[in-house]
C-alpha cells in the first residue's frame, strides 16, 4: 500500500508557482517534468520583463512627480531671490542667488528679505532688533546697543576715520509690537530702518536659508 501511495506522488509535480501538474507514467518517460518547469519558468521571466517603452514612461512618471513636489515647495515653503545693490557687503554681494524661507521664527542677527515701505521693493537686510527692544546707535563708534548691551558684529563692512550715517535716526527707541528694526551690513551705504523706521513683520518675505551662487560660495550665510 505504501508503495502504490509513492508511485501516484511521483507522478505529481509542483512548478514554482505551486500548480499542481498530474502525469502519466508515458509523460514522466518522455521528460514532460523537465519541458513544464522549463515552460513555466519562461512564463515568469517574459512576466518579469517589462517593455521599454513602459519603463521610460515609469521613469519620466517620478521624474515629473519629483519636479511637482519641487515647485510646490518653493511656492509655499522656499523663494529664489537676487541681492539688488550693496548695502549688504562683504557678507552679500550684489547678484549673488539667495534661497530665502518663511518658515520657522526669526532671529536677532538674521538676515532677512523685506518689502520697503512704500514701494514694496525687496530688500535684504539683518534682523537688528524685535518689538519691546530698545534699540541706540553710537555713529562715532560704529556701536549698536540694543536694550542696552553692545552687539558683536563682525560682519559690518566700516569706513575708516568716517562716523556711521545718522540718516533720519534719532534713537534710542523702541520698537513696536509686530515691527523689527532692521539695517545693513555695509552701514554708509544702506537704506534701513535709520531712514525709514521700523518694518512690519507683515512686510517680511523671509530669511536667508542658502546662498545658491557663486557656487563657490554655496551654503549657509551668516
Request: aromatic content about 10%; charged content about 30%.
Amino acid at each position: 500500500m505504501e508503495n502504490k501511495e509513492n508511485e501516484s506522488n511521483a507522478n505529481v509535480i509542483f512548478t514554482e508557482n505551486e500548480d499542481e501538474i498530474s502525469l502519466t507514467e508515458t509523460e514522466c518517460a518522455e521528460g514532460v517534468f523537465e519541458k513544464v518547469k522549463a515552460q513555466k519558468q519562461k512564463e515568469k521571466e517574459e512576466k518579469e520583463k517589462k517593455p521599454a517603452l513602459q519603463q521610460a514612461y515609469e521613469w519620466v512618471e517620478s521624474f515629473a512627480l519629483a519636479l511637482a513636489c519641487m515647485v510646490l515647495l518653493f511656492l509655499f515653503f522656499f523663494k529664489y531671490v537676487t541681492v539688488d545693490g550693496h548695502s549688504m557687503e562683504d557678507t552679500l554681494e550684489n547678484g549673488q542667488k539667495l534661497i530665502i524661507t518663511g518658515v520657522g521664527g526669526y532671529e536677532n542677527g538674521d538676515i532677512l528679505v523685506i518689502c520697503e515701505p512704500g514701494t514694496n521693493k525687496p530688500l535684504v537686510k539683518r534682523l537688528i532688533a524685535r518689538g519691546g527692544q530698545t534699540v541706540n546707535i553710537d555713529f562715532e563708534t560704529w556701536t549698536v546697543y540694543v536694550d542696552g548691551v553692545a552687539l558683536d558684529e563682525p560682519y559690518v563692512k566700516r569706513e575708516i576715520n568716517a562716523n556711521m550715517k545718522r540718516d533720519q535716526f534719532t534713537g534710542p527707541i523702541t520698537v513696536p509690537e509686530g515691527y523689527v528694526f532692521v539695517m545693513g551690513d555695509n552701514r554708509n551705504r544702506s537704506s534701513d530702518s535709520r531712514h525709514f523706521g521700523c518694518i512690519d513683520e507683515r512686510a517680511i518675505l523671509g530669511k536667508v536659508l542658502l546662498r545658491v551662487t557663486p557656487f563657490a560660495e554655496f551654503g549657509s550665510v551668516d
